[in-house]
């Protein structure tokens, strides 16, 4: 993840040239770029995963006392994607954007007297994922222009197993939530966008995973819903 980071400052470095240069211009940059009616370009990102935690009530829980969990310790993960973008009118593109991403929560089990586990339980994710998504573009202005986004994401999760301490269903369908800004350069469109992702299902499996030692965990949870925030760069 270390050279992940020092990729991405270098690659906003360099993106950051090359706005300063083409914005400075009067002139539009690919003046015909948003007339077409298919593009295409590639993507990639960088995540925080994060679980809406619902705790049983204190009388459902197992004989091991009272416990809570939350997520702490929001670790970056990465995603990579293709992008097919659909022009429907001036105002609105269809993108659907396959791709894969990868990141991890960590949930910590706390006692009823606060006495913290030593360590977090570790819940690895690699999602296989398949957003649609409608693009509503502002007007542009000169080599810039502002965006929100709006679909639903289908993933399903490779690395679930019952390693992780709990049973997690590996499949669920988000809906998403974005902005960001289209910048115009020379040769293409380079864009960002902030993106919100919110699960619509529970993805805690309640049986467990069978094994003694994880009771301590499946006993004290009734509902995991997923969240990812995801900061995106597009070249098209």
Known sequence: MKYAASFLLFLLLGINGLSAQTLKRNSPNLPGFDNQALNFGFL????????????KAPGLQGPGGVRYA?????SPGIN???????????????RVLPGISFGQRD???????GVEDELPL???STYI??????KFNGARMTNVKPFLTAGINPRFDLAK?????LMIRPFDVYWELGAGLDSYLSYFRF???LKMSFGMMNVLNPKGTGEPEDIMYSDVLDRLTSRIFVLTFFFE
Do not use: A, C, Q
């Open 80 to 94: 990579i994607g293709m992008v097919s973008s659909f022009r429907l009118n001036k105002y609105l593109n269809f």
């Open 191 to 193: 864009s960002t966008e």
């Open 107 to 113: 949930l910590l089990f706390i006692s009823d007297d």
């Open 122 to 124: 570790e819940i690895k």
């Open 129 to 134: 994922e398949m957003p649609f998504v409608l």
């Open 44 to 55: 990639i990102g960088f995540n925080t995963m994060d679980y809406k935690v619902v705790s």
């Open 161 to 165: 197993s019952k390693k992780d301490g």
């Open 70 to 74: 939350d997520v702490v310790n929001l």
